[in-house]
């Protein structure tokens, strides 16, 4: 039997988390999920020059809020770990010792300022077959200087001694058998002087740790990936080597190349999941949380950015992806990022989402805007008749504040150009006839009624409907939008209803 599924996600805690990471994590969550296997988190915090405080707290808040809980990670623990490489940094030694003793990898003593003059001397200088010779190093030193360097404890790293002439390959699931000229690879270091291993070796140690099956990560790790598949050759064998997928990228919707957090800028829609407030700036960036998104569209919205199940269902729950997902049907081109039809896709969740559910999510959003709810019941009715209409959640702000408190701003420009005294008139019969249902007793009344009765009092009038409905509308929600005029009346109720009539109808005198 196959061994059970293991994947990983494993990002390095530096920023914020980018669609494209959060899209990683989600594949990476389906595969495991639809193969019954474990999804495990791993913080790759080796190289401790890009530390950033929150970072990792960030993205263990990310996944939280997706959804996408991992079975293994620093913060739920597991068989495997720690699972912050930071805390394992004794494991890695012994790795890159026996790549010396097999002669895979080498000591290189060369100081920063060796480094740069070489940089000075030859452009595009590399660390590699090329250079490695002209260097300062276990290979180009004699064995005794290497011994007498050692024993005194002069700085040193461990690089990799990649071979030349060969052709390195894997097979990637997305894209098929993919192959390096190894005369292209320069020597990565594997162990830094501090006895901290690079990204390089802490991966392939501790994929092969960790027991990973399938190693699914962003295209732009493809450059890395001979050096990961050389040292799995040396340290584990080839055939231990977990299946990778490189996963296409998510591109800019105007021109080529990758979405970056300066085109959401520049466009104005949100390139990470959550706000990120970057400590070393002290600036935030919008995330698609805060932006009104709600996990279950951002989630279904980043699986079709590179995924479809052939046929042309759009909304997907998270039990039916898991049960449609599959890597054959990932493409293998990058998918370019369109706000507008994640704005639909947030839409349509926002459709399907229970009334209460949604209460719940938008009442921070009124609070913010200092709109008291004091009735939770008419929350959920307003959210009812209102929802059709809203993309995100701060668009129940537009779209219902009118029916908590009567609007500031009435758009009287627009109907005053048409306005008469016949249309006073009218809408102070209106009025009066309302306030005399009010003393009987009467509250509110069907939309349907009100509607009837607004008719008789049209006609009555001699005048057309089509000339007070959006005067009646302007009244009461203060511009040309909401749901139908009469359901308005019906939830705000009659009192109400006459507070604004006779507000306007001053404004129109
Ligand atoms: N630590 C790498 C990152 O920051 C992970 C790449 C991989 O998954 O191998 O994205």
């Known amino acids: ?237 080839l055939e231990q080597m977990p299946k990778w997928a490189h996963l296409p990228l998510i591109l800019k919707p105007d021109g080529n190349g990758k979405l970056s957090k300066r085109d959401g800028e520049r466009l104005g829609f949100p390139v990470f999941a959550m706000d990120w407030f970057d400590p070393n700036t002290n600036t935030t960036t919008i995330g698609f949380k805060e932006r009104g998104f709600v996990p279950e569209a951002f989630v279904n919205l980043l699986a079709m950015l590179g995924w479809n199940d052939g046929t042309d269902k759009e909304i997907y729950t998270i039990e039916e992806l898991i049960a449609g997902f599959s890597l054959d049907r990932v493409h293998k081109g990058g998918a370019k990022f369109d706000y507008e039809k994640a704005k639909w896709f947030n839409g349509e969740w926002i459709k399907k989402m229970e009334n209460e559910k949604l209460a719940a999510l938008v009442q921070p959003y009124f609070d913010k805007e200092g709109i008291e709810i004091h009735d939770k019941a008419y929350l959920v009715k307003v959210i009812g008749l209102v929802k059709e209409r809203c993309q995100l959640l701060p668009d129940f702000i537009t779209q219902s504040s009118f029916y908590f408190k009567a609007p500031t701003q009435i758009d009287t420009a627009s109907v005053a150009p048409k306005w008469d005294a016949k249309k006073t008139e009218f809408f102070t019969e209106l009025a009066a006839i309302y306030n005399s249902k009010i003393e009987s007793g009467v509250i509110t009344a069907p939309a349907i009624d009100l509607e009837a009765a607004f008719k008789d009092l049209v006609a009555k009038h001699e005048l057309k409907p089509g000339e007070l409905m959006l005067p009646f509308r302007i009244m009461l929600v203060g511009g040309k939008f909401g749901p139908g005029v009469f359901e308005i009346v019906e939830t705000i109720e009659l009192k109400e209803t006459i507070a604004r009539i006779q507000y306007s109808l001053q404004l129109l005198s």
């Not at 805690?13 to 296997?37: E, Q, S």
């Not at 291993?197 to 493809?222: C, N, Q, S």
Request: glycine share 6%; with cysteine.
């Open 1 to 237: 039997m196959d061994a059970k599924v293991r994947v990983r996600f494993a990002p390095s805690p530096t920023g914020g988390l980018h669609l494209g990471g959060v899209r990683t994590v989600l594949f990476n969550y389906l595969f495991a999920k639809h193969n019954n296997g474990e999804f495990i988190l791993r913080i790759e915090d080796t190289d401790q020059t890009r530390f950033v405080p929150g970072a990792e707290q960030y993205i263990q808040d990310t996944l939280a809020w997706c959804g996408l809980t991992p079975d293994e990670s620093p913060l739920h623990g597991g068989p495997y770990g720690p699972y912050r490489q930071s805390e394992r940094k004794a494991m890695y030694k012994q790795y890159a010792d026996k790549l010396i003793a097999q002669g895979n990898a080498y000591y290189a003593f060369d100081t920063p300022e060796d480094l740069d003059n070489k940089r000075k001397e030859v452009p595009n200088f590399q660390y590699s077959r090329a250079h490695r010779m002209d260097m300062k190093n276990s290979l180009s030193l004699s064995k005794e200087e290497v011994d007498e360097l050692l024993k005194n404890n002069t700085p040193h790293v461990i690089r990799i001694k990649v071979p030349e002439n060969e052709e390195v390959s894997l097979e990637d699931v997305i894209r098929g058998q993919v192959s390096f000229d190894t005369n292209m690879v320069d020597d990565k270091v594997l162990l830094k002087a501090d006895g901290m291993p690079t990204y390089h070796l802490a991966v392939v140690v501790d994929d092969h740790l960790m027991k990973i099956t399938h190693a699914f990560r962003g295209e732009e790790w493809l450059p890395s990936a001979p050096v990961h598949v050389l040292l799995w050759k040396y340290l584990f064998g």
